[in-house]
C-alpha cells in the first residue's frame, strides 16, 4: 500500500496565490464584463528590457550551430561568466568579496528559499516572521519540521516572530532559542527594510546561538535609501551564519523567464550531531548536482546581459516606473484615509484595512466594487489580519485607474 506524507495533510489552505486567482477567475466568470485590475499577486508587467533580449537572441542561434551548441550546464550551478557577473555587481561593488563557488544559479528564489531547508536535521526550531511569506514555513510543514496546525493558520512547533507597525515590522529577537531563522528584506508583504544595525543583531544573536539566517533579498533591487544594505554580507560576520536568496524576476522582469540564486559562503557553519563543523556549502553543492540540472544557456546569457551597461540603465527605468508606482499609490491611499507602510524601498504597499475588517473580505470588497485584486494580510499570517497588500507592478495608467475606483468606494 503507498501512503502519502502526511506531512502535506497538515497544511491548512491551499497556496495563497492559486486561490486569489481561483477567486478571481469565479468573479470574472460570473462578471465577464469586470475590468480588473491586477495589485495581487507581484508579477511584473513591462517587458524584458531589450539588452536582455538581444543577448537571449543571440544564445538562441548559438544553439543552432553544432560548434557552439552548449548541453547541460557542467555541475548545473550556473556558467562563470554569469557567477563571475554577479559576484563583481552584486557584491564587490558593495564591498562584500565572494567567490564564484559560493554562488549557485537557479530557477528562481521560491524554490531556493523552499528546498533549502532540507539540508538541515527536523529537529531544528524554525523561527519565521509574522506576517510571512508563505513558502517558508509550507516547506517546513511538508518536510515534516512542524507540529499540526492551530487555529489562526499558524502550526505547532514554528516560532512566530510579530511584525507590526509598532516594531517598524522588523522583528525582535525572540525569547526563546531557535536554530533556522527566515528573514526577508525588503519584506514581502509588509514592504519593511532592516537597518545595517537591526541586521547586525540578528547576525550577532546567530553567531551566539550557533543558529543559521535563511535572508531573502529578492527585492534589494528596489531599495533607494543609500543608507539600507542591499545584502546580509554587508553586516560583519554574517558569511558565518546566513545564506542569501537573490531573485530576478521582479528586478528584471524573469518571473516567466526564471532565475535566481543562491550564495552559500564558505565560512558558513552548521554542525554535525557530534558539534562538529559541517561544510554548508558542499552540501547545498551535493543537494543541486543530484536534484537540479541548472538553468537553461539562453537564461544564463540573458541574465548576465542584466550586467551590461544596457541593461543595468533599462532595467533601473522599469524599477523607477514601478517605484513611480508605489509613490503615486501610497500618495492616493493616504489621502483617501488610509494608514499606508512599504512602497519607499520596496515594492509593496501594505495598508491597514478601514475600520479593521477582515481582510478577506477587504479582499471582497474591493474585487467586487472595484474590480481591483490585492492580497489579504491574513494570508500571510496571523499578524497579517487587518491588513492589506497592493503590488506596484502594473501599468501606471491601471495603477491610476485602480487608485480612481478605490476613491468611489
Ligand atoms: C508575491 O506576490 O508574494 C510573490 O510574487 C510571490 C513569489 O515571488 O513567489
Not at 514581502?188 to 539566517?213: C, F, H, M, S
Not at 541593461?311 to 523607477?320: A, E, H, N, S
Request: a negative charge.
Amino acid at each position: 500500500m503507498i501512503n502519502v506524507n502526511e506531512n502535506y495533510l497538515k497544511l491548512q489552505a491551499g497556496y495563497l496565490f492559486p486561490e486569489i486567482g481561483r477567486r478571481v477567475r469565479a468573479f470574472a466568470a460570473a462578471n465577464p464584463d469586470a475590468a480588473i485590475i491586477k495589485l495581487g499577486i507581484g508579477d511584473v508587467t513591462e517587458p524584458l528590457a531589450p539588452a536582455v533580449i538581444e543577448a537571449m537572441h543571440n544564445a538562441v542561434d548559438e544553439m543552432s550551430r553544432a560548434e557552439s551548441f552548449r548541453g547541460y550546464d557542467g555541475d548545473g550551478v550556473g556558467y562563470e561568466f554569469l557567477r563571475n557577473a554577479i559576484v563583481e555587481n552584486d557584491f564587490r561593488s558593495r564591498g562584500v568579496d565572494l567567490d564564484i563557488s559560493e554562488v549557485f544559479a537557479s530557477d528562481g528564489a521560491k524554490c531556493d528559499t523552499g528546498n533549502f531547508q532540507e539540508i538541515f536535521a527536523l529537529g531544528n526550531i524554525v523561527a519565521v516572521t509574522d506576517p510571512v511569506y508563505p513558502v517558508y514555513v509550507d516547506t517546513n510543514v511538508m518536510a515534516g519540521r512542524t507540529g499540526v496546525g492551530v487555529g489562526s493558520g499558524g502550526y505547532e512547533g514554528i516560532v512566530y516572530m510579530p511584525c507590526t507597525a509598532e516594531n517598524g515590522f522588523v522583528p525582535d529577537l525572540p525569547d526563546q532559542d531557535v536554530d533556522m531563522i527566515y528573514l526577508c528584506f525588503p519584506n514581502n508583504p509588509t514592504g519593511a527594510v532592516a537597518t545595517k544595525e537591526q541586521l547586525k543583531k540578528w547576525v550577532d544573536y546567530a553567531r551566539r546561538r550557533k543558529a543559521i539566517i535563511l535572508f531573502d533579498a529578492a527585492y534589494e533591487a528596489f531599495i533607494s535609501d543609500a543608507d539600507l544594505p542591499h545584502s546580509i554580507y554587508e553586516i560583519e560576520g554574517a558569511k558565518e551564519v546566513a545564506v542569501e536568496f537573490r531573485s530576478f524576476s521582479k528586478t528584471a522582469g524573469f518571473t516567466g523567464v526564471r532565475f535566481g540564486y543562491t550564495v552559500v559562503p564558505k565560512e558558513l557553519k552548521a554542525y554535525n550531531a557530534d558539534g562538529s563543523v559541517a561544510d554548508v556549502n558542499a552540501l547545498w553543492n551535493r543537494r543541486q548536482c543530484t536534484k537540479f540540472n541548472g538553468v537553461s544557456y539562453i537564461t544564463q546569457v540573458g541574465a548576465a546581459a542584466v550586467y551590461s551597461a544596457d541593461g543595468k540603465r533599462q532595467i533601473q527605468q522599469t524599477i523607477d516606473l514601478y517605484m513611480s508606482n508605489a509613490a503615486a499609490m501610497r500618495n492616493s491611499l493616504e489621502k483617501l484615509g488610509y494608514t499606508v507602510y512599504g512602497g519607499i524601498n520596496a515594492p509593496y504597499i501594505w495598508l491597514r484595512t478601514p475600520d479593521g475588517v477582515d481582510s478577506w473580505k477587504f479582499f471582497d470588497l474591493l474585487l467586487e466594487k472595484a474590480n481591483v485584486v490585492g492580497t489579504p494580510g491574513a494570508g500571510f499570517g496571523a499578524a497579517g489580519e487587518g491588513y492589506f497588500r497592493l503590488s506596484a507592478f502594473n501599468d501606471p495608467k491601471k495603477v491610476a485607474e485602480a487608485m480612481d475606483r478605490l476613491a468611489k468606494i
